[in-house]
């Protein structure tokens, strides 16, 4: 289902750009990241995750980094396609897991 | 494998009154856990539950309530239902409790008149 209100941020890429999505998380001792999809009408579907002892992952066409310096985490996707077109929530985990707002997607053909 | 399954996945309630969501996890998960999402406030973790204890609880009332079978199986109850726990009900199972990867269901859609 729709997950985010009206003032949720957006992202528009032309099909086959890259995307970059950015989050700031709040805890500095959060020791586990989590970037989530969710498309209408469906719950978060797992992406990719990265733990505080690593800076960079890289998954299939996706790459998540994280800036333990200034509490940031970002995912990349690489040649964005139209079924990428989703919101996309980071989270993160410390005691429970958190999540952020989320930012729309949305790719053009 | 089958992956998580939530029922009903459409819900109408009328303030006052009671409601209870069932969450079926992933065969072979021991941990579930219960999110509450709606427009203003995104996911919220509500509590999770770890063979048949509750091993962490959100910040909500206690007209939240859950509990977890032998088989992983959870269930979450609401009582007293406000208008404002109109959300979409999501459970997430996982191996294990802790750090790790969560599989969500579709999710259960309240809404209460």
């Known amino acids: 289902g729709e997950s985010v209100g009206l003032h949720l941020p957006t992202l528009s890429v032309q099909e086959g750009d890259n995307s970059i999505i950015n989050c700031a998380y709040s805890n500095s001792a959060s020791d586990y990241f989590i970037w989530y999809k969710q498309e209408s009408g469906k719950g978060p579907q797992f992406i990719i995750d990265?733990?505080?002892?690593?800076d960079k992952r890289q998954g299939q066409r996706v790459t998540v980094l994280l800036n333990k310096t200034v509490k940031h985490l970002s995912l990349q996707i690489a040649a964005t396609q139209p079924g990428d077109s989703a919101v996309y929530f980071c989270?993160?985990?410390?005691?429970?897991?958190?999540f952020g707002a989320g930012t729309r997607l949305t790719v053009k053909p | 494998k089958a992956g998580v399954t939530q029922t009903p996945r459409y819900l109408i309630k009328t303030r006052g009154q009671q409601v209870t969501l069932s969450c079926s996890p992933i065969s072979g998960h021991r941990s579930v856990s219960w999110y509450q999402q709606t427009p203003g406030q995104g996911l919220q973790f509500l509590f999770e539950y770890f063979s048949e204890t509750q091993r962490n609880k959100g910040n909500f009332p206690g007209r939240f309530s859950g509990r977890q079978f032998s088989n992983s199986r959870s269930e979450m109850n609401v009582s007293t239902l406000e208008l404002g726990d109109s959300a979409l009900y999501l459970c997430?199972?996982?191996?294990?409790?802790?750090?790790?990867?969560?599989?969500f269901g579709p999710g259960t859609r309240l809404t209460v008149l």
């Open positions: 989270a993160e985990n410390f005691n429970d897991m958190r």
């Open positions: 990265i733990r505080s002892n690593m």
């Open positions: 997430a199972s996982s191996l294990l409790t802790g750090v790790n990867e969560q599989f």
